[in-house]
């Protein structure tokens, strides 16, 4: 990130200060991440103004992020400090290279887009040519209207909410951030907001009857916010819990697991590896319709490696290959639908249960497998064998999953 050398004068920015200065730019984004920007800054000259997330101190950047060249390497996008100076007990002056101060930051814009001088000197293609404004699916939090919760954990809650979408008020499900004061849980809700506006970035190309839908974020303030569709159900292991024994075979076969089916080949049909597929990260609707939801494990391209000892991973769910080699591919998520196809048909039984992560392990490692749970029929448990064959390249992929399913004329 460019920086001219702070001097001892400059004062710090607090959110409060930033929100008074820019918010109502229309360039304004807010703590929009940096991986979303060449999805934005798509030609040279494309900028946006945007904030970091807090330092340990509770500091944060007024950033001006230009693009300076319309390849894609990593230095096609440059960001620059915007810096608060006092000039005197009353006056404030803000700078983004010494030797040119103005009164605002909206004057400082306005003057770059006027001259066409590089806000990086060093960098004459630092040109300030289009102001990007803030897209259709980033929301302010003026406009969310925050209802009763529906869960919460340590750094995050799920609200009911209302927000205007193409002219209507909508009724949606919100995730939030909580805002951490100990120190020491800083780093934790870091990752948590990273891991968010991952999911969103994600979730964004998606548009598909079996998977989630979202309506987009605010992120111009905290708490950030992921905007997603109400389902007005449950997560489809507590329906299973909820309606043990009630649910009939062609419910479970058509509406549940063909549901996913089609949800996760749509999925990796999007060059998406999920990493979390289970029950428990399934909506299920009051029209029966089953939507696979949760995204902050799932990473885009077709191989994945997770750094060990990263995080802890649903071991019960996971492939074999992925146990030894961290390693994820659309085939460990094809195993974990052999998994929740288990759930389904055991009335939402937990797998393995009883068993120690060791005692899982082993049994995965050496191609032992889960029985047939009672009263499944033999097709579906057939699915189930093809995917959970030990070797990957046995395994089944997504579509010849769903293909299986009108074979059998169901």
Not at 122 to 134: F, G, N, V, Y
Not at 224 to 229: F, P, T
Not at 353 to 382: A, H, Y
Request: aromatic share 8%; glycine share 6%; hydrophobic share 35%.
């Amino acid at each position: 990130m460019e920086n001219t050398h702070a001097k001892e004068e400059d004062t710090s920015l607090t959110l409060n200060d930033i929100q008074k200065e820019v918010e109502n730019e229309v360039c304004y984004h807010g703590l929009l991440p940096r991986e979303d920007l060449p999805c934005l800054l798509g030609r040279t000259g494309d900028f946006l103004v945007r904030i970091t997330q807090p330092k340990p101190s509770g500091q944060r950047e007024l950033v001006l992020s230009v693009r300076v060249s319309d390849d894609d390497s990593p230095h096609a996008i440059r960001h620059v400090v915007i810096r608060r100076r006092k000039k005197d007990r009353k006056t404030i002056e803000w700078l983004a290279s010494e030797g040119n101060k103005f009164n605002s930051v909206k004057e400082l814009i306005d003057t770059y887009l006027t001259t066409k001088k590089p806000i990086n000197p060093e960098i004459k293609t630092s040109q300030l040519i289009h102001a990007i404004p803030r897209q259709s699916w980033e929301f302010l939090h003026k406009d969310v209207v925050l209802k009763d919760l529906i869960g919460e954990g340590q750094f995050g809650e799920v609200r009911e909410a209302e927000v205007p979408i193409d002219g209507k008020k909508r009724l949606v499900a919100v995730k939030l951030t909580k805002q951490v004061k100990d120190k020491n849980q800083l780093q934790q809700a870091k990752m948590k907001v990273k891991e968010m506006m991952h999911e969103a970035r994600l979730m964004r190309y998606f548009h598909h009857v079996n998977v989630v839908k979202i309506h987009g974020v605010a992120v111009c303030r905290e708490p950030l916010m992921i905007i997603i569709e109400m389902v007005n159900g449950g997560c489809l292991a507590d329906v299973l819990e909820y309606r043990k024994g009630k649910v009939d075979e062609i419910e479970k076969i058509e509406n549940m697991s063909l549901g996913s089916a089609r949800g996760l080949e749509y999925i990796h049909a999007q060059k998406v590896i999920h990493r979390d597929i289970a029950a428990r990260n399934v909506l299920y609707t009051l029209e029966k319709v089953a939507k696979i939801t949760d995204f902050g494990m799932s990473r885009q391209g077709d191989f994945y490696e997770m750094a060990r000892g990263n995080k802890k991973v649903p071991l019960k769910w996971t492939a074999p290959e992925s146990m030894v080699t961290y390693q994820y591919t659309p085939k460990t998520d094809v195993f974990s639908f052999s998994i929740l196809l288990w759930e389904i048909f055991s009335d939402g039984e937990e797998p393995y249960k009883g068993m120690t992560s060791i005692e899982v392990k082993r049994m995965i490692s050496c191609g032992e497998r889960l029985r047939k749970p009672e009263g499944c029929p033999d097709f579906i448990f057939q699915i189930m064998i093809k995917c959970w064959e030990q070797n990957p390249d046995r395994r089944y992929n997504m579509s010849k999953v769903k293909c299986f399913y009108f074979e059998k004329d169901i």
